[in-house]
């Protein structure tokens, strides 16, 4: 069975900081491209940032670029993402999830109908 549990997600004021991490179980974590995206109320889920199944590749989405930090230990089969500088407009329900794949490449990895495993979710929200 499949698992992705986010964590670490809650309320911050702007300027302020938060770690969200997701543990990752069922699954080849090991060969598995991961990403975080969110969703706001009303609006579509997008890309925050990806990262390649060995941690040497990343992308981030333009306005979280200098504030975040996507990394991963394979030996934990988990995903963090550090996100610093928060602003009001990045609260919004973070997800997980994961690719199968050993592509580095931008299309990719950037892709969100190519992400198989999704978790359930942890709130953000930053206040002003």
């Known amino acids: 069975q499949v698992q992705l549990v986010e964590s670490g997600g809650g309320l911050a004021q702007a300027g302020g900081s938060l770690s969200l991490s997701c543990a990752v179980s069922g699954l080849s974590f090991v060969y598995s491209a991961m990403g975080w995206f969110r969703q706001a109320p009303g609006k579509e889920r997008e890309l925050v940032s990806v990262i390649n199944w060995r941690g040497s590749i990343t992308y981030y989405t333009d306005s979280v670029k200098g504030r975040c930090t996507i990394s991963r230990d394979n030996a934990k089969n988990t995903v963090y993402l550090q996100m610093d500088s928060l602003k009001p407009e990045d609260t919004a329900a973070y997800y997980c999830?994961?690719?199968?794949?050993?592509?580095?490449?931008?299309?990719?990895?950037?892709?969100?109908?190519?992400?198989?495993?999704w978790g359930q979710g942890t709130q953000v929200t930053v206040s002003s």
């Open positions: 999830a994961a690719q199968t794949t050993y592509s580095g490449t931008y299309d990719t990895l950037t892709t969100l109908r190519l992400y198989h495993s």
